[in-house]
């Protein structure tokens, strides 16, 4: 008994009268199913007055629907072992669940009643309401978050969703009211936005057939929202801020600017480099120059956030507040050298064997596999997109990695965070 | 769970393996039984630091080496330390596992210790442990732990204290390696897409020539009962009050382990038990609902591992902002009296079988969660807890539960934390 390799024929999509999508793949090996959802709506459609709202909304689904009171919900998932959670994201809203197969109908059951028929009790809503705003509380003194929060306003005009995070501000939490979230869910949560990914011992046929028994009756209005994120100017100067945290031993750091969007045709590239700059063994070049040469974080890495819009490109690292000036020095002149030679054969094919040869890994799970479709069908790559995959990754050169990091990656008018044990 | 085969080498090495062939993929663990338990004042943390270590090379891998050619094949590696063990581990393309085996015979006896590649260390470590200071739950859970345990080494965590960080010496490092890593005190699991016999042979090809080190010192000390509630108060800059209370609990081999897991669950739900955390919220479990949904606390918890000794059964929460510490310590203590004074229901005990029954099949989906559940309890306990753990979970009862909450849930049995923001309204008093 061998898994089959993902191609085409191995996975079932069909998309049912209402406009919802479904994936299912069938994997006998495994006595569970892993259900994954995204919908086209999230975090993008807040407004600097209603920031947070996708958030406290989407969190709001499991406080109680039509059949199930908030306790009810909490019991039948731990009285059967399941799982199943909602959060929205910025481009997406996600949800998640787990199940014994003996379970799914009870699983898929619940799914669709928090997805369809939430009702926004008031007392459990406001009490999540208190715990969202501890959230916030918490996030003002953990210097990763507020580095990260501050980097965004800089890196993004007001005007763009990116400039805000989207679990919101506590001025705009505690304004929100039960009418906000329940016309937020009236509006996007609709079926021809959303996809569910099966992945587990099921049969594909029986899977839609119970989706279908579920969520089949899901109507909605009109059209969708667009889905879609505004082009981002770059910045036209160094842009920097510090924030003092109190008690803290280290400042954490992010430097970098907005980047591209997964459709952007320099994205394999752009990430193929990314990986060698500061991600691939243990944080890539940057890895081997702060941490290891010179000793001055315990992480130091980059990252690309491609996207439904150009999400950041930026480097995050932790440092003892005496080193911040070396470590951001080591860091620039990483991005210079990244800028100006290209990467070396050997760096290319370690990136590339890496990202080809553990797809592997990263499809021998049911979670691995479901993340993976869910990611094929958001950015509409195809089901055959894992058979291309490798030749795709293969094909990238040296010149193209250097043209991209020259076009996308900035040494001037950058924007730079600091949060810690600082003075401002 | 079955068909997993035991084998010991001539010198001493311990090999689990488990034939699992659903994916092309298998994953290579080394065990060694060390982790901050085994250290000793002034070089608390070295257990950690010799992990770091093991990534910078050998006279054939040289530095940064390990990770490159485990990318290069496809793959992935790490290493953690904890209080009762280190382990390394590199998952790969199962065509491709024989470079695990070549990497790990090599840095079980080979690693340099280089004195510049210390020095450089040092940094990262400090950077570490301060990057673990910015969390005020960290600096609960180090204060708590001190004061728990006096003569035992679970006083300190993993990552050891500051000032033996800043003066621990080379040769610290390189005789604690010395000592610990070889192959009678290391335990092999792998699991995947191969032919046992074939496995056992490259392992005893890779490894037997290896040889067999000293006994390793074992630990003697013993943590004396405790006679009295022990209190700490920490206040530190932070956005809100934290709560722990430890009380000493049963070890993994002890017969009272498995009704505190149970008590445990009953108190906050089974958590994530695969390795990489998947887990059920506990919306149900009677302290969320005492505590969470009353508004007191955001969040609450009750952790328990299974430990080679007596470890502690944690109970912790983040209090709501505004709210005194003493309110939520009031209310916790309230659900342990109430569990220890009756006996928990029917339906919550099958609550809890079933969780871990799910939790135990969701963990079986990958490699490396069986790789870690093995090797895990191999060291704390033996594997074999893995194979009769859902069956002797299920001999259980209510009563063996009560009387655990009993035995180990009292006042004079447990250490009490608070911290209290500093920069917030001055301590409003217990």
């Not at chain 1, 667009?226 to 510090?242: G, M, S, Y």
């Not at chain 2, 000493?248 to 002890?254: E, K, M, S």
Request: aromatic letters at 8%.
């Amino acid at each position: 008994m061998t898994t089959l390799p993902i191609t085409p024929e191995t996975i079932t999509r069909v998309t049912l009268d209402n406009g919802l999508t479904i994936l299912v793949r069938d994997n006998p090996n495994n006595a569970s199913v892993t259900l994954r959802g995204r919908l086209r709506a999230g975090g993008l459609y807040d407004t600097d007055k209603t920031s947070g709202l996708a958030h406290f909304a989407t969190a709001a689904l499991q406080r109680g629907t039509r059949k199930r009171t908030f306790q009810k919900l909490n019991e039948e998932l731990d009285r059967r072992g399941m799982s199943f959670g909602v959060g929205a994201g910025m481009e997406t809203i996600g949800f998640s669940g787990k199940s014994l197969v003996e379970d799914f109908d009870h699983l898929l059951n619940l799914a669709a009643d928090v997805l369809m028929h939430p009702v926004f009790p008031k007392v459990e809503t406001e009490k999540l309401r208190q715990e969202l705003l501890a959230d916030l509380k918490e996030a003002d003194d953990d210097t990763h978050h507020v580095a990260y929060r501050e980097f965004r306003a800089l890196c993004y005009p007001k005007t763009h969703p990116y400039h805000r995070l989207s679990d919101g501000r506590a001025e705009t939490v505690k304004r929100l009211t039960l009418a906000d979230l329940s016309d937020f869910h009236a509006r996007y949560f609709r079926p021809d936005v959303t996809t569910i990914v099966i992945v587990g011992d099921v049969r594909a046929g029986d899977a839609i057939a119970k989706i279908e028994r579920a969520l089949g009756k899901w109507r909605t209005r009109g059209k969708p929202a667009e889905h879609t994120l505004p082009d981002v100017p770059p910045l036209k100067q160094n842009a920097r801020k510090v924030s003092a945290l109190a008690g803290k031993m280290q400042a954490d750091l992010v430097l970098g600017h907005a980047g591209i969007r997964r459709t952007d045709p320099d994205y394999y590239a752009l990430s193929i480099g990314d990986l060698i700059f500061g991600r691939l063994g243990l944080y890539g070049r940057l890895g081997a120059n702060v941490r290891d040469k010179q000793g001055l974080a315990y992480y130091v890495f980059s990252g690309l956030e491609a996207n439904i819009g150009a999400g950041p490109w930026a480097v995050r690292a932790g440092v003892n507040p005496k080193n911040i000036d070396r470590a951001v020095d080591g860091i620039l002149a990483e991005i210079v050298r990244f800028r100006s030679e290209p990467v070396t054969q050997d760096e290319l094919d370690e990136a590339r064997d890496f990202v080809t040869g553990s797809l592997a890994l990263r499809l021998e799970t049911n979670d691995g596999v479901a993340a993976t479709l869910g990611d094929i069908e958001l950015f509409s790559l195809g089901l055959d997109y894992l058979q291309r995959y490798p030749s795709i990754i293969r094909a990238i050169t040296a010149e193209q990695i250097l043209a991209a990091v020259q076009k996308h990656v900035q040494i001037e008018n950058y924007a730079l965070t600091i949060a810690g044990p600082v003075s401002q | 769970m079955n068909n997993i085969r035991e084998e010991c080498l001539d010198n001493g090495l311990k090999i689990l393996l488990k034939s699992v062939r659903t994916a092309p993929v298998a994953t290579f663990w080394v065990w060694y039984r060390v982790g901050s338990r085994n250290e000793v004042p002034g070089i608390t943390g070295v257990s950690h630091w010799v992990e770091h270590m093991m990534f910078k090379g050998t006279p054939t891998l040289g530095k940064g080496e390990i990770m490159r050619l485990v990318n290069r094949n496809g793959g992935s590696d790490n290493a953690f330390t904890w209080t009762d063990f280190t382990a390394y581990y590199e998952t790969l393309p199962s065509d491709r596992i024989d470079l695990a085996l070549r990497i790990e015979a090599d840095r079980m006896v080979n690693s340099l210790f280089d004195p510049t590649e210390v020095a450089s260390e040092r940094t990262v470590i400090i950077s570490e442990r301060e990057g673990a200071e910015n969390e005020p739950r960290f600096w609960l859970a180090e204060e708590v732990g001190a004061a728990a345990y006096k003569v035992h080494p679970y006083h300190h965590d993993t990552i050891g204290w500051k000032t033996d960080l800043e003066t621990m010496t080379r040769d610290d490092l390189y005789h604690h390696y010395k000592t610990f890593y070889a192959p009678n005190n290391a335990v092999i699991v792998a699991v995947g897409d191969f032919d046992a016999d074939e496995m056992l042979q490259k392992i005893a090809d890779a490894f037997g020539n290896l040889p067999r080190g000293k006994d390793a010192p074992s630990v003697t000390m013993v943590e004396p009962p405790q006679e009295g509630e022990r209190r700490v108060l920490l206040r530190r800059p932070g956005a809100t009050s934290y709560f722990l209370a430890a009380y000493h609990g049963p070890r993994a081999t002890d017969p009272d382990f498995l009704p505190a897991f149970v008590m445990a669950g009953v108190l906050a739900g089974v958590g994530g038990m695969s390795f990489s955390g998947h887990s059920s919220p506990g919306r149900s479990s009677r302290l969320y609902r005492a505590l969470v949904e009353t508004g007191l606390a955001t969040d609450v918890d009750c952790g328990f591992r299974a430990t080679i000794d007596p470890g502690t059964i944690d109970l912790s929460a983040t209090v709501r902002p505004g709210v005194p510490i003493r309110k939520v310590e009031a209310a916790i203590f309230a659900e342990l009296d109430k569990i220890a004074h009756k006996p928990i229901s029917e339906s919550e005990l099958a609550t809890v079988i079933k969780q871990v029954k799910s939790q135990f099949v969701y963990a079986t989906d990958g490699v490396m969660n069986m790789g870690y559940w093995l090797g895990m309890l191999e060291i704390v306990a033996s594997y074999q807890m893995y194979e009769t753990f859902l069956d002797n979970l299920m001999q259980v009862t209510k009563a063996d539960v009560q009387r655990v909450a009993q035995k180990y849930l009292i006042a004079t049995n447990r250490t009490v934390g608070w911290f209290e923001p500093a920069n917030g309204k001055p301590g409003r008093g217990r």
